[in-house]
């Protein structure tokens, strides 16, 4: 595993397609059986390398019921996201992630995880790339059909500030996908 991650941080297959260069950022350990898929970094987790270092990664923390400490125990939890680098500036928020990172990194990643149970797909980007045709109409049919992909995946949508509206227009979402969210993650750690 620690020589896979080495490789994926050395990274620089889209190196000319990179504002601010390469900085691929992932987070993995061989015993993890969570693994949480997210779009890319932003500019914040550029600077600190640290995976959901931003108020995405608090919110999203929040609806799993866990601590800082238990989301990032990488051999609990692998924080692995579509893009590996900050892929930019677009007109309504960021790029993208690129397309190179998760067909060439991931299923060396899961192949480097024996103990992974359960797979949160992070936004349309993740839920596209892996439920492919079994996606419903739109993200927000297909987290609230998240039952459909378990006991494998489980789709959420963006914990961005920027999708307050979405939580507003959605309150199922936290009435009942939170609970059963935290249910999973907790079942899933104690065994």
Avoid at 15 to 30: E, N, Q, T, W
Avoid at 155 to 169: A, C, E, G
Wanted: aromatic content about 10%.
């Amino acid at each position: 595993m620690q020589k896979l991650l080495s490789e994926i941080r050395a990274c620089e297959v889209c190196k000319a397609h990179l504002p601010l260069g390469p900085r691929p950022i992932v987070a993995a350990h061989s015993s993890a059986k969570i693994i949480i898929i997210g779009q890319a970094p932003g500019t914040k987790v550029h600077e600190t390398g640290v995976p959901w270092d931003d108020p995405s990664g608090r919110q999203l923390r929040k609806w799993l019921g866990i601590s800082d400490e238990v989301f990032y125990d990488e051999s609990k939890i692998a924080l692995v996201p579509m893009g590996f680098c900050y892929p930019g500036k677009g007109k309504g928020g960021d790029l993208p992630p690129r397309a190179e990172c998760a067909p060439l990194w991931h299923q060396q990643l899961w192949d480097a995880m024996p103990h992974l149970e359960l797979i949160f797909l992070i936004g349309t980007y993740a839920q596209n790339f892996y439920l492919k045709g079994e996606m419903e109409k739109n993200l927000t049919e297909t987290v609230k059909a998240y039952q459909k992909y378990l006991p494998k995946y489980f789709p959420l949508p963006h914990p961005s500030p920027r999708n307050r509206f979405w939580l507003t227009r959605n309150p199922w979402f936290d009435i009942d996908v939170v609970k059963e969210l935290q249910n999973k993650v907790k079942d899933c750690l104690e065994r």
